[in-house]
Every structure is written in structure tokens, then in C-alpha cells.
């Protein structure tokens, strides 16, 4: 009687097979997680900032014109007239009024309390992920600013009809990616640092390398 012989994979080839698909896991899946959460941050920088500009425009159909308006002397009066004159158009989820926070239906926030006062312009604090962590700026958190003075206006944004934006440090017509990606890195978790231009100049999608840790 004439046996036949039966083909299978060992033990041994077995485990190496599977050691092999762990390790080429190991690698991928983290960066397939961080293009996930990039994905998610950029449509919500991109919804903001539209949704944003858009309730600009309205208030100013409507006769508020950021034109005439005055810079508030403190951040109380800055949500006061957030919350008169911008809520309207955003809306909101619900509301922080001890820390001047609102909260989208989207799960982010803006947070008027607190921020560095540049001359004529607010800076304000958008966090893609509200108050959830990591909570770090660059990373979930964004600098935005409202900009008061048609003087500051030309200087943050290059043009006086130009009232919110990305919030930049020192940041002109010629300023090169590697002054960006310089700045980014430097000073990563600072206002100063230039991400959050940055990305509005790629159109909110994070260019390869972005140090958002």
C-alpha cells in the first residue's frame, strides 16, 4: 500500500509567518491611527474656519461691520461679544460661561478666556476634540485670531478687509515653508509657533513630517 504524503506548514513556519505579520502590524497600523485623527482634525479645522468666515460675512450683512467695531479691553467683553454678535450664525451646543468656552455640535470648542492679547487682535484657542485630550496646542488646539485694527489686520493677515484667520507669529507674504517648518518645530506648543498658518496655506491638510506632537 502506497502512503501519500501529505503537505503542511510546520509549527516552526507557522510562528515565524505570524511573527512577521505582528511586526509589519506593529509598524503600520500607528501610522494608519495618526492619518486617521489628521483626517478627522483637518475636516474640523476646514468646518471652523469656513463656518467662521461665513458668520463674519452674515453679521456684517446684518450691519455689524467688524469695520467699526472697537478691540474689547478684556476677554469677558471679547465673549460678550462673541456671544451677541457671532453665536447667532455658529451656534452652539452648549456653553462654559465661567471659562468663556463654547462647544460645537461637532464635539470641538473655542475658548475665549485667557489668551495672549496682541495689539488690536484676540487670539482664540480652537480645539478640534473639545475637552477631550490631549489638549495640547498644535497638536488638537489651534490659534485663531479676531483681528480689530485695520493696521494689525494688514500685518496678520496682508489685507485690512480680512477680520479672523489663522493666528502667526511674524508671519509676511515671503515666509518659506522652512521658516514655517522651522517655527513649527521650535516652538511647537507656543503661540508663537506658525502650525496652525501653516496648515490654512496647505488648504488644512497636514504636509508630510507636520510636528503636531
Not at 468656552?101 to 480652537?126: E, H
Request: some cysteine; charged content about 25%; overall charge positive.
Amino acid at each position: 500500500m502506497k502512503l501519500k504524503k501529505i503537505l503542511a506548514f510546520t509549527l516552526a513556519e507557522v510562528l515565524i509567518t505570524m511573527a512577521i505579520v505582528g511586526a509589519i502590524a506593529a509598524m503600520t497600523i500607528p501610522t494608519l491611527a495618526e492619518k486617521r485623527v489628521q483626517t478627522e482634525r483637518t475636516a474640523k479645522l476646514r468646518k471652523f474656519y469656513s463656518r467662521m468666515t461665513n458668520a463674519v460675512d452674515l453679521m456684517t450683512m446684518n450691519g455689524k461691520s467688524f469695520k467699526f467695531l472697537s478691540r474689547p479691553s478684556n476677554s469677558t467683553k471679547l465673549y460678550n461679544w462673541y456671544m451677541a454678535d457671532l453665536d447667532r450664525y455658529m451656534g452652539h451646543k452648549y456653553l462654559d460661561e465661567d471659562e468663556q468656552t463654547i462647544y460645537f455640535a461637532d464635539a470641538s470648542s473655542l475658548r475665549l478666556k485667557g489668551n495672549l492679547m496682541i495689539q488690536g487682535c484676540w487670539p482664540v484657542l480652537y480645539d478640534t476634540n473639545g475637552a477631550k485630550l490631549p489638549n495640547t496646542v498644535n497638536s488638537d488646539q489651534y490659534y485663531f485670531v479676531f483681528c480689530f485694527s485695520p493696521t494689525n489686520r494688514r500685518e496678520v493677515f496682508g489685507h485690512e478687509d480680512i477680520f479672523f484667520g489663522a493666528y502667526a507669529y511674524n508671519v509676511t507674504g515671503t515666509t518659506s515653508d522652512e521658516d514655517f517648518i522651522s517655527s513649527c518645530k521650535r516652538e511647537a506648543t507656543s503661540q508663537k509657533a506658525k502650525c496652525t498658518k501653516w496648515l490654512q496655506n496647505n488648504n488644512w491638510e497636514y504636509p508630510p513630517g507636520y510636528p503636531f506632537r
